[in-house]
């Protein structure tokens, strides 16, 4: 129902910055969407949340990222960014774009409140020493 779109991942520098863009889109009109995040993931490891905003809250982030990205939303867009800057080696992971509840209108426009999760292909943010 909802496809999320990552973009904006690449190879950096230490010390470089990258910022990804996120834009939830469907079939359905998409009225409010409740959390948007990023989430990370290295090959072996658990994925492990890196920022989350939820819609008008105050955005929680993971201690290594604290100080150094920044999660910005634009819901006239449902797009979520991720500004990303001092990256270092161990950044390097896919990022995940996450969206979590919210309400959307069926054709006859019915509002329908949910609390689905869904994610995003991942993009690769790289780091070179």
């Known amino acids: 129902q909802v496809q999320l779109v990552e973009s904006g991942g690449g190879l950096v520098q230490t010390g470089g910055s990258l910022r990804l863009s996120c834009t939830a889109s469907?079939?359905?009109?998409?009225?409010?969407?409740?959390?948007m995040g990023w989430y990370r993931q290295i090959p072996g490891k658990q994925r492990e949340l890196v920022a989350v905003a939820g819609s008008g809250a105050t955005p929680n982030y993971a201690d290594s990222v604290k100080g150094r990205f920044t999660i910005s939303r634009d819901n006239t867009k449902n797009t979520v960014y991720l500004q990303m800057g001092s990256l270092k080696p161990e950044d390097t992971a896919v990022y995940y774009c996450?969206?979590?509840?919210?309400?959307?209108?069926?054709?006859?426009?019915?509002?329908?409140?949910?609390?689905?999760?869904?994610w995003g292909k991942g993009t690769l943010v790289t780091v070179s020493s």
């Open positions: 996450y969206a979590k509840g919210g309400t959307y209108y069926l054709p006859d426009d019915t509002p329908v409140v949910h609390g689905m999760e869904f």
């Open positions: 469907g079939a359905i009109k998409i009225s409010r969407i409740d959390d």
